[in-house]
């Protein structure tokens, strides 16, 4: 049997902590950030090869048209996008994945990753995803990041046995850790972080979820059926699908079924959850500066500018970022990008010009 694999784009991300860049219109996945292409072009393109079908995007309803046409600009047109008419997380994606495999063709695996994330090595990344295949038949696959420092920001998998060639059982998920935990992890070897990508046969995630989130898979079931379709897109019925609990995949199954099973990896991935790190990724110059637009830069060391307008001038800064976009402007030490996020909600509240 010929190997089939289903991208599932997930398209769901708000980016608030890459404000004003990212926006709840545009959010960062449809932004080219330090690529020609945007994030979600990046995605579909690293999701193709003879083994890939057409892709699949799970979006909300304001961004099935830029999502149709990046994906077509980039020569990766969908099948089919799905339209959510409210975010459900991430359980309710897998299972309307699931089913839409089951119509499309259900002998392929679905690969269901997100459109906002950083791979620097995509051929690594399939070569890894194809040798998963034979396990992904009978269990839900995730893929772990081998970590490189004690990262906090991200949740962990233990692994436990071996299945195969560098896939082993799931032993157990962990949330995300202090410093002190994130060190004994590292110095452990058995722990990854969980990106959050996925490679499942549909009929096992269904079994898993009627399992384990029957209310999510009956829910999915009853939106997915009666959804209205036009062409490529399916927009999900409201009704059913505001019946579904907003609850991740990894709580709702991959921390209870027995079918979880995770492949190690070091593929060059990033998630860029915010300024500091699209610094840290970026190219630089001479002075340790990121930059993209017309800039000038004078006495200016180790910041990040992104210019979407006029030029931006820089003079004396040191560990900056300067954001100029038609949606704002922000001015902030690279090492407060956390904080982005309350800019972002305050610009919700300020009057429209």
């Known amino acids: 049997m010929t190997l089939k694999i289903l991208p599932v784009i997930m398209s769901g991300g708000s980016g608030t902590r890459l404000w004003p860049m990212s926006t709840p219109e545009k959010p960062k996945q449809f932004h080219a950030l330090g690529t020609e292409n945007t994030m979600i072009q990046e995605t579909a393109l690293r999701l193709s090869g003879d083994n890939f079908l057409k892709p699949m995007v799970i979006c909300g309803k304001s961004h099935r048209a830029v999502a149709l046409d ?52 995509p051929l690594a990344f399939r070569q890894v995803v194809l040798a998963s295949a034979e396990v992904a038949r009978e269990r839900i696959v995730t893929f772990g990041i081998r970590p490189l420092s004690p990262e906090t920001g991200y949740g962990y998998i233990q692994r436990g046995e071996a299945l195969g060639d560098n896939i082993f059982a799931v032993r157990r998920f962990l949330e995300k850790p202090n410093l002190d935990t994130a060190k004994t992890y590292l110095e452990d070897g058995s722990y990854d972080w969980n990106a959050g990508i996925f490679l499942f046969s549909p009929q096992v995630m269904i079994e898993e979820l009627r399992a384990y989130a029957p209310e999510v898979l009956s829910a999915s079931e009853a939106a997915y ?30 921390e209870n079924t027995e079918k979880a099973a995770v492949a190690p990896c070091y593929i060059g991935w990033a998630d860029v959850g915010g300024f500091s790190e699209l610094w840290r990724l970026g190219a630089k110059d001479e002075s340790g500066n990121h930059s993209m637009g017309p800039k000038i830069l004078i006495d200016a060391e180790n910041c990040l500018i992104r210019a979407e307008g006029p030029p931006v001038a820089v003079i004396g ?6 954001i100029s976009t038609p949606a704002g402007v922000l001015v902030a030490p690279l090492s407060l990008a956390q904080e982005v996020k309350k800019a972002a909600e305050a610009a919700k509240n300020l009057p429209q010009v």
Do not use: W
Not at 247 to 252: E, W
């Open 70 to 121: 990046q994906l077509t600009e980039a020569g990766r047109s969908p099948q089919a996008i799905i339209v959510e008419p409210m975010a459900r997380n991430t359980a309710a994606v897998a299972a309307v994945a699931a089913l839409a495999a089951m119509e499309y063709d259900p002998e392929a695996l679905v690969l269901m990753a997100p459109a906002d994330h950083v791979i620097t090595r």
């Open 225 to 254: 059926a009666k959804a209205h379709r036009h062409a490529e897109t399916i927009e999900l019925e409201a009704e059913a699908f505001s019946m579904c609990p907003s609850i991740s995949i990894d709580y709702a199954v991959m």
């Open 317 to 322: 800064m040191r560990d900056t970022m300067i």
